[in-house]
């Protein structure tokens, strides 16, 4: 199975995998702005959403150019590049993938001619109907036609080509805008698109809303963005979420809303848990505020005897807080991250690789020395990470390790934009939380409940997806060959789609390179 990096402040252990965050994604329709700008600096924001690569589409009003390629935000664009992508309306994308899929061909923005001009989308999220709208695009009008070609093993092409292919019943192309309310109501899955023509911006969001997104507004202009921190950066004023099941145009007539789906919402309850950052809002609640309650809620919850309460830094920090505040325990610093290590291209040496989680964190051993600790973190994925750490403390003389997890166990896949291991993987689906205590080598080991986990966001519990809590998916999943990594792709012929069609030039007239042994899991990682 290919290996991904989890985002940094999982990515402790090298080859551990931990959760690979849904994408980031970006808008502004700003005439007399420096959009490309704006827009670098809203992902700098989101760059916790996806790490693997970044890009930016600019439009003038006559023509969209488009910017992207692998890296981070920083590594992608200088002066020159942004300098380059002149005009008022922008889209931008960070994101998320395996090894295998990280490659030029699948980073976003995704590009399109269409009857009209051109379309330029980012998605973050997951599809779950991707062999239904690869069966769709087969069926548009002319899709032998180098404008419909897709080499498709991502669901945010295939949605790409939809838009840019529908057609009246005279053979007219439909605009964007038309052809948004016609596919829209025939996506199935979690998605918050931002994407725009030459003259347009537009926003929408999956009925369920299980991916945040929000509009914000600049003096002389629009913002969307997947988080709230997106627009503090850029100094737009947070007017609103876009509702689920919600449309958005923005040009120079202004702003219309209209509805293609009825609202049901069912928000991603890790996003609070992890995924978002601290400091943005989702819902009207703060993510830090909801992390340090889950702390104080987890030690009311599963207390311990002990001296000091640490967190493994930074997703576990607000908890440990919490934790601490509720316990009467003192909270303490027990381990220094490297805050520049981030996400690294090069793999480690064997002698390296065998120092585990000391490439990105060292103990305080004066500090916790004889210690009982309380070691909080935000969750766990398959136990490496964490088994890893349990023996470094003791190594610096911890007399006793207590772990303590801000979220229940996962035992469920995601197919709404969140990339966990297999469920095969997933260490809490065979073993008992005693026993996964016992792997990690701790002397204790408490998660919280699913109930004080919900409590603590504040939102209801029905609102809120907890599928990978507790198996209950709010939206029906299709067969399970149909949800596969690999139901886009077709493997005894390279370069072909799961819709039995042969490899073919994209929309540049260029065969797509697909990047072989993995490329199927960008419909996993938008």
Not at 236 to 244: K, L, N, T, Y
Not at 254 to 266: M, N, Q, Y
């Amino acid at each position: 199975m290919p290996r991904g990096d989890g985002r940094l402040s999982h990515d402790l252990n090298p080859g551990e995998k931990g959760p690979r965050d849904a994408c980031g994604v970006f808008g502004v329709w700003a005439p007399g702005e420096e959009v490309s700008k704006l827009t670098y600096f809203g992902l700098y924001a989101l760059q916790h959403r996806g790490q693997e690569s970044a890009g930016i589409a600019v439009s003038n009003g006559s023509k969209i150019l488009v910017f992207k390629d692998m890296g981070l935000v920083s590594q992608v664009f200088d002066e020159t590049s942004l300098s380059s992508l002149q005009g008022h309306i922008a889209v931008g994308h960070t994101r998320y993938s395996t090894t295998g899929a990280s490659v030029w061909e699948n980073a976003q923005p995704t590009f399109r001619a269409t009857g009209h001009g051109s379309i330029a989308l980012g998605h973050n999220g997951n599809l779950v109907n991707a062999a239904e709208l690869a069966a769709m695009v087969a069926e548009l009008p002319g899709s032998r036609g180098p404008r419909h070609r897709v080499a498709a093993t991502n669901d945010t092409d295939l949605v790409t080509a939809l838009l840019a292919g529908q057609t009246d019943d005279d053979g007219t192309a439909l605009t964007v805008e038309q052809a948004a309310a016609r596919v829209l109501p025939r996506v199935r899955g979690a998605f918050s698109f931002v994407f725009m023509d030459e003259q347009t911006l537009y926003a929408a969001r999956d009925p369920q809303g299980f991916r945040p997104l929000v509009l914000g507004r600049l003096e002389r202009g629009w913002v969307v963005a997947s988080e709230t921190a997106a627009l503090d950066i850029v100094g737009a004023s947070f007017i609103r979420e876009v509702e689920p099941g919600e449309l958005i145009a923005i040009d120079e007539s202004g702003l219309r809303s209209s509805r293609f789906a009825d609202a049901k919402p069912r928000g991603c309850v890790f996003e609070y848990v992890y995924l978002a950052r601290p400091d943005t809002t989702i819902a009207g609640r703060n993510v830090y505020l909801s992390r340090v309650e889950m702390g104080r809620r987890l030690a009311r919850e599963a207390p311990a005897e002990a001296d000091l309460v640490i967190a493994t830094p930074e997703s576990g920090t607000p908890a440990a807080i919490g934790y601490a505040e509720a316990s009467g325990i003192p909270y303490g610093s027990g381990l220094v991250k490297n805050s520049y290590v981030g996400r690294t291209f090069i793999q480690p040496s064997q002698t390296i690789r065998q120092l585990g989680i000391r490439l990105k964190l060292n103990p305080l051993r004066e500090v916790i020395r004889g210690k009982r600790l309380v070691v909080v973190d935000d969750s766990i994925v398959r136990g490496n990470t964490q088994r890893a750490l349990v023996r470094m403390l003791r190594e610096a003389g911890a007399a006793e390790v207590h772990v303590r997890i801000s979220s229940p166990p996962i035992k469920w896949p995601c197919f709404f934009g969140i990339d966990f291991a297999t469920r095969a993987e997933l260490i809490a689906n065979g073993l008992s939380v005693e026993q996964i205590g016992t792997s990690l080598g701790a002397d204790s080991l408490a998660y919280i409940s699913l109930e004080g986990m919900v409590e603590a966001t504040t939102i209801a519990k029905p609102d809120l997806c907890r599928a990978c809590f507790d198996g209950e998916y709010p939206v029906d999943l299709p067969d399970p060959q149909l949800l596969g990594k690999e139901v886009l792709e077709d493997s005894d012929r390279p370069g072909a789609t799961g819709a039995g069609t042969a490899a073919v030039s994209d929309v540049d007239g260029v065969a797509t390179l697909l990047s072989g042994p993995g490329a199927a899991d960008a419909l996993r990682r938008p």
